[in-house]
């Protein structure tokens, strides 16, 4: 699969991305939740950078992306805020940003974008920035490390990389809306029929299910707004899933995870039970890559991914 | 010529208690639009394949439905894009609509949600006041134009996945549409409108982006962070949970760089606020508390935390 590059990377993509590829170090923004209540997110994307042999480097007085919630108090903080990071980033010649949050990519992306596409909010932000010593060249480009995976990686090295192929478990893909909408910021494949994630469940020896809710949204964002509101989205969407044959799903979003992980045992009131373990990404690629399942954090999980994985053979 | 096989959604609420599928097949260019190939459909093979229609040019809105299971006008798709390897091309109703014949949908519950806007302008005095037109500079009208291209279509609604679940959410498109009065300058209800648009639940918006599939660009969901803003400016129903969640976000970011997880459920629910916070929390707080999965008490402020809070300072960014 050829990546979809929007108009800005592709200008930069031949020397940085390729760049990043051969000297196999990145900027990495793990993001908020991943240093707070899903560590395990961190300590397997970790675990599955020395596997792949790749350096990731914590940005790690990066500041939140934002959390798409900033924007709705003020329209530039957001903006300004990843122009800090980004400063960070080229000051430590790490201009390729590795995230591991759907939420993170999107909104990281999308301040690049208004960054890059207009020299008054540059100045805007730059103005800002040098009050304590900072700029931005626009030199940064963010993806998420599904991207990255497929891109650096690529398929046919990963499927050779694979120690543990995951038995045919049959997993649903949950793609988590800001890593594929707004098509203008992300672009990086088909926002209604996305298939990265499918493609590394196969790559991984896993069988992908297809199921409609599989680029729907999780609820996350309005859990605290109105009670029970994300509860039903997760069982409307975690009902297709297993109506579709699914035994687990796998997210590179740790707030999906977080909702679909969490309000699955409530909603099965209303939606009927599913119990579907979610795997994040860096779980489940770092298990098959040969990474101990003990120390990917499978635990720390409401619905217990390891029935399954005994069920499947893959522990025992 | 090609074979395009249209598999259609059919049911008549006057007769039908369960949808059944009819497979169609016509012969045409592939080149041809899907409402099109319906159109050829209907004359052609079955005359009793019910669908709105009307201006064929995406300027009327009418003919929204689901092409392969994604809500798009018909008229505005052509049939090589979507049809799949098997020829076929799946059409169904908009979802989140009651269905009454085959695409046809009654439509009473999005109309109903923009006659509650009052969707006309309500300005301060009578026109037979004055001499002269109410003037709006070109900047002020540049606001209002890509939401006056709104063609009440209903595809953002029939995306909408809190629609899906919670029927008295507005809606992306009476959002986009509150704010096109919210922010016209002749306009004079601005904070009721404000307040009306949070009570049909503004904040519930799940920044999702699905209406950005908008086939006219009216970006609802830019449109929606617009009338948030204007909510918080104006501090119009500051105490619901949504404006509260915004602010102590944008608090927490600003004191220690990060968004501080426990301090962002308190601060949106109220901390003492114990039987809300019981309700939102129980059983699920608990549950994640036994695998070690609750966030952290305190968050650590990041390092050079201060240079966050001279951004938050230099924009003025409200956070309380």
């Known amino acids: ?316 | 010529m090609a074979k395009i096989k249209l598999d259609i959604f059919r049911f008549d609420e006057a007769v039908d208690t369960v949808p059944h599928r009819d497979l169609v097949e016509i012969d045409a260019p592939e080149t041809i639009t899907v409402l099109d190939a319906l159109e050829t459909a209907k004359a052609e093979v079955d005359g009793s394949i019910s669908f709105r229609r009307s201006c064929r040019s995406a300027i009327c809105g009418s003919c929204s439905m689901n092409v392969n299971g994604v809500t798009s006008l018909a008229c505005k798709t052509n049939c090589k894009d979507v049809i799949k390897d098997d020829g076929t091309i799946a059409v169904d109703p908009m979802p989140n609509f009651q269905p009454m014949k085959d695409m046809v949908v009654h439509m009473d519950p999005f109309w109903d949600k923009y006659a509650r806007l009052k969707p006309y302008l309500q300005a301060k005095d009578k026109d037979s006041d004055h001499e002269t037109e109410r003037r709006v500079s070109p900047d002020d009208m540049k606001k209002l134009v890509d939401v006056a291209n709104c063609i009440m279509c209903a595809t953002c609604y029939a995306l909408c996945p809190v629609v899906s679940v919670d029927p008295a959410f507005a809606g992306p498109a009476a959002i986009a549409y509150a704010y096109r009065f919210i922010e016209d300058v002749r306009d004079a209800k601005r904070d009721e409108r404000i307040a009306q648009i949070s009570e049909d639940y503004l904040w519930l918006c799940a920044h999702c982006y699905a209406c950005s599939y908008c086939p006219k660009h009216v970006e609802p969901n830019n449109r929606i962070v617009d009338v948030k803003r204007a909510a918080i400016k104006d501090r119009v129903m500051m105490n619901e949970r949504g404006p509260r969640h915004a602010l102590v976000v944008s608090k927490t970011i600003k004191q220690t760089g990060m968004l501080a997880e426990t301090e962002v459920i308190l601060g949106t629910i109220g901390r003492f606020n114990v039987i809300g916070l019981v309700k939102a929390l129980a059983p699920l707080g608990p549950r994640m508390a036994l695998r070690g999965k609750q966030p952290p008490v305190f968050v650590k402020p990041i390092p050079k935390v201060d240079e966050v809070r001279t951004i938050f300072e230099a924009l003025e960014v409200p956070v309380s």
């Open chain 1, 1 to 316: 699969m050829s990546a979809t590059l929007l108009p800005e990377d592709r200008a930069l993509d031949s020397h940085r991305a390729s760049r990043s590829r051969e000297t196999k170090r990145y900027g990495f923004f793990p993001g908020c939740v991943a240093k707070e209540s899903c560590k395990e997110l961190f300590n397997s994307t970790m675990l599955l950078a020395d596997k792949l042999g790749v350096e990731l480097i914590e940005l790690t007085a990066a500041s939140c992306c934002g959390a798409s919630v900033v924007n709705d108090v003020n329209r530039d903080v957001a903006r300004v805020l990843n122009a800090r990071t980004y400063a960070q980033a080229e000051a430590l010649g790490l201009d390729d940003v590795i995230t591991i949050c759907s939420t993170c990519t999107g909104h990281m992306r999308a301040a690049n974008k208004e960054l890059l596409e207009s020299e008054e909010r540059m100045d805007q932000a730059n103005a800002i920035l040098g009050k304590f010593g900072a700029k931005y060249n626009g030199g940064v480009m963010v993806r998420h490390l599904l991207w990255m995976l497929i891109d650096d990686i690529g398929l046919d090295n990963l499927r050779k990389m694979v120690v543990r192929p995951l038995n045919g478990l049959k997993v649903a893909p949950f793609y988590g809306c800001h890593i594929i909408r707004p098509e203008n910021v992300n672009g990086w494949e088909s926002a209604r029929n996305p298939h990265s994630l499918e493609d590394l469940i196969e790559a991984l020896g896993g069988e992908a299910v297809d199921y409609a809710g599989k680029t729907r949204c999780c609820g996350f964002h309005v859990q605290l707004e109105k009670d029970g509101i994300a509860t039903d989205m997760v069982g409307q969407n975690m009902r297709m899933a297993k109506d579709n044959g699914a035994e687990a799903v796998i997210t590179p979003c740790p707030l999906c995870h977080l909702a679909l992980d969490g309000y699955q045992q409530d909603a099965g009131a209303r939606w009927g039970r599913t119990d579907l373990p979610t795997f994040h990404l860096p779980q489940l690629v770092a298990y098959a890559l040969g990474v101990p399942a003990e120390k990917l954090g499978l635990n720390k999980h409401l619905v217990d991914p390891r029935e399954i994985m005994v069920q499947r053979e893959l522990i025992s």
